[in-house]
């Protein structure tokens, strides 16, 4: 399977993103992943996407596209991955679908999680991190607790994720990242799924899209 999981923050990208690289052994690309590890390597893509960063720019297209197909130069990387929090923009749909031709890799769908703006902000002021380990809780995981029950670090509350943060993620998100839906229904290739279920159910939905968009295949 050759999946673009696509969203806004908080619908789960990240949780579905595990659970089918579980099912299909895929790779899981995450282009925030690939930056840190390319500027921890200090790859010549890296150095130059550091160079960005270190002056509190956007990376451009064209070094995160170029970290992209390094990836998906091994055959069996190209044939079974999975595309979390890539593309963002149309310019960037556009360059990837670019990319995708020169590699002759083909999509098995395109996933839309779709969740209400309102759960969102809610699920996202409910999220907790821990200093220590990076394990992701609710509140009520925590049960009154700031103490991580996995290492005993301090959980704490990103700032990205309290709710007037969260708000204008989302309107940044409608105004560049929305458009791709239209862009990829126009070409046959966006899977709708409903995310306001829990967890176990999403993933059934997603897996039932992707099974019937191969068949039709």
């Not at 309102?118 to 009154?144: A, H, K, N, P």
């Not at 607790?145 to 670090?153: A, E, H, L, R």
Request: proline share 5%; aromatic share 6%.
């Amino acid at each position: 399977m050759n999946i673009i999981l696509f969203g806004p923050p908080g619908v789960g990208k990240g949780t579905q993103a595990k659970l089918l690289v579980e099912e299909f052994h895929s790779a899981h690309i995450s282009t925030g992943d690939l930056l840190r590890e390319a500027v921890k390597n200090k790859t010549p893509l890296g150095l130059k996407a550091k160079t960005f960063m270190d002056a509190g720019n956007l990376v451009p297209d064209e070094v995160v596209i170029g970290l992209i197909e390094e990836v998906l130069t091994p055959d069996d990387v190209r044939r079974n991955f999975i595309l979390d929090g890539f593309p963002r923009t149309l310019p960037q749909a556009r360059a990837l679908d670019a990319l995708f031709e020169r590699l002759h890799i083909a999509l098995n769908g395109v996933i839309s999680i779709q969740v209400d703006g309102e759960e969102i902000v809610r699920r996202l002021d409910q999220r907790r991190l821990c200093r220590g380990c990076g394990s992701i809780f609710t509140i009520s995981q925590l049960t009154g607790t700031s103490v991580c029950p996995k290492c005993g670090g301090e959980v704490y509350q990103r700032d990205d994720d309290k709710p007037d943060t969260v708000r204008r993620r989302l309107d940044v998100y409608d105004r560049q990242t929305r458009p791709l839906i239209d862009f990829y229904r126009a070409t046959d290739r966006l899977l709708s799924v409903n995310g306001m279920h829990q967890v176990a159910y999403v993933h059934k939905l997603v897996l039932d899209a992707l099974y019937r968009d191969r068949t039709a295949i």
